[in-house]
């Protein structure tokens, strides 16, 4: 069982940097591969970027250049950097953590935290 608390959303104004925690209680945290997704109500969770175990990152063409994610296994976090951000950066965001069990692959999911960017 793996639980994820989100932290450090907030009102921001655009083109102002904001960074989001995610601190996992449970096993196997270095093993497991982290994302970061968002949702605006009423529309579909999207994904805004993926971390592997090892380190290797990827990407949605919306987060490419001013997002980063990393991760502190000795820490049990996972982290996300926005910079430059904009209006239509505003959701929930939520961090996942995904792990397989033969060929099916599962996530635990956070509750989420509100990120505000205003024009």
């Known amino acids: 069982q793996v639980q994820l608390e989100e932290s450090g959303g907030g009102l921001v104004q655009a083109g102002e940097s904001l960074s989001l925690s995610c601190a996992a209680s449970g096993r196997d945290f270095g093993r497991n591969a982290m994302a970061w997704y968002r949702q605006v109500a009423g529309k579909q969770r999207e994904l805004v970027g993926k971390?592997?175990?090892?380190?290797?990152?990827n990407y949605a063409d919306s987060a490419k250049g001013r997002f980063t994610i990393s991760r502190d296994n000795a820490k049990n976090t996972l982290y996300l950097q926005m910079h430059s951000l904009k209006p239509e950066d505003t959701a929930v965001y939520y961090c996942?953590?995904?792990?397989?069990?033969?060929?099916?692959?599962?996530?635990?999911w956070g509750q989420g935290t509100q990120v505000t960017v205003s024009s």
């Open positions: 996942a953590s995904f792990f397989t069990v033969g060929l099916n692959e599962y996530a635990y």
């Open positions: 971390i592997s175990s090892g380190g290797d990152t």
